[in-house]
């Protein structure tokens, strides 16, 4: 009998490939995001249903990325509250490293309160904040946000594995996240997050999603996760929580980790 591991690399193999040319018109950079929560278990399902509906995007042979990101934010943790109690529009401030290519990207998320998710960003040479303020990254933030990099700081970090997958119509992406791991520079606190997966559907509009027929199948439903929100309160309990709280517990039951505000 397979491992779920190798339930998920069986499957994820039988789709045809797609590559990062062939997806060059998916950007998809104004967009509706529905991001939902699941496991390793529930995920080796998904890709089997998927068969015959969806590609996955193939770089340099593989079908699963590495990828590296900084979070940045204000002394009084700003892009988090706002975050947590709900406002919008909202924003967040991040440096992401694609690991298998070596590309860094300084990047704004912006959230309206229609529900649609803007993303800009500039290249940079590295995550080192020299670098990143070399190649006009505090132009760019203070332009979108308001902030410099005076007056921000690196927060949080994550690591994660991401499958990527396009529907044969390409009108959508679903990114898969796993093995999703914290870093906090502010308390050097670190974290994991067990068999916990974190599915993000990305399409312009309403279009038809052959996945959203999968998921219901699966039982799996919608819901909210910030990797940057829940990392951030695994690392550092001393942040504002109440909200948060819930999914925590919820992504623990998932997962089998101890997902929790930190009390180290």
């Known amino acids: 009998m397979l491992s779920t591991d190798q339930r998920i690399e069986h499957w994820l193999a039988q789709l045809?490939?797609?590559?990062?040319?062939?997806?060059?018109?998916?950007?998809?950079?104004?967009?509706?995001?529905?991001?939902?929560?699941?496991?390793k278990e529930k995920l080796?399902?998904?890709?089997?249903?998927?068969?015959?509906?969806?590609?996955?995007?193939?770089?340099?042979?593989?079908?699963?990325?590495n990828y590296r990101t900084t979070y940045?934010?204000?002394?009084?943790?700003?892009?988090?509250?706002?975050?947590?109690?709900?406002?919008?529009?909202?924003?967040?401030?991040?440096?992401?490293?694609?690991?298998?290519?070596?590309?860094?990207?300084?990047?704004?998320?912006?959230?309206?309160?229609?529900?649609?998710?803007?993303?800009?960003?500039?290249?940079?040479?590295?995550?080192?904040?020299?670098?990143?303020?070399g190649a006009g990254g505090t132009a760019?933030?203070?332009?979108?946000?308001?902030?410099?990099f005076d007056g921000i700081i690196p927060t949080v970090q994550n690591r994660f594995q991401r499958i990527t997958l396009v529907?044969?119509?390409?009108?959508?992406?679903?990114?898969?996240?796993?093995?999703?791991?914290?870093?906090?520079?502010?308390?050097?606190?670190?974290?994991?997050?067990?068999?916990?997966?974190?599915?993000?559907l990305k399409r312009d509009g309403n279009v038809f999603s052959p996945v959203l027929d999968i998921l219901r199948q699966l039982r799996i439903h919608p819901s909210g996760f910030s990797k940057y929100c829940i990392g951030s309160l695994m690392t550092n309990g001393r942040l504002k929580k109440n909200l948060f709280k819930k999914k925590m517990i919820r992504a623990s039951k998932l997962?089998?980790?101890d997902i929790r505000p930190d009390e180290r």
């Open 44 to 65: 080796a399902s998904l890709l089997e249903l998927a068969q015959g509906q969806y590609y996955a995007q193939q770089i340099d042979g593989s079908r699963v990325a």
């Open 140 to 148: 760019f933030i203070q332009a979108l946000t308001g902030e410099t």
């Open 72 to 133: 940045w934010d204000t002394l009084a943790h700003r892009f988090y509250l706002d975050h947590h109690n709900g406002r919008a529009p909202r924003q967040k401030i991040r440096v992401r490293t694609y690991l298998d290519s070596d590309l860094t990207f300084l990047e704004v998320k912006t959230k309206n309160n229609h529900g649609r998710t803007k993303k800009k960003r500039i290249t940079v040479p590295s995550q080192d904040k020299a670098d990143v303020v």
């Open 167 to 200: 529907n044969f119509g390409k009108t959508e992406r679903l990114t898969i996240d796993f093995n999703v791991g914290f870093h906090n520079f502010e308390t050097g606190h670190d974290a994991a997050t067990g068999d916990l997966v974190i599915i993000e």
């Open 255 to 257: 997962s089998g980790a």
């Open 16 to 39: 045809p490939p797609i590559s990062l040319d062939e997806m060059s018109g998916i950007k998809l950079m104004n967009r509706t995001d529905t991001k939902f929560v699941t496991n």
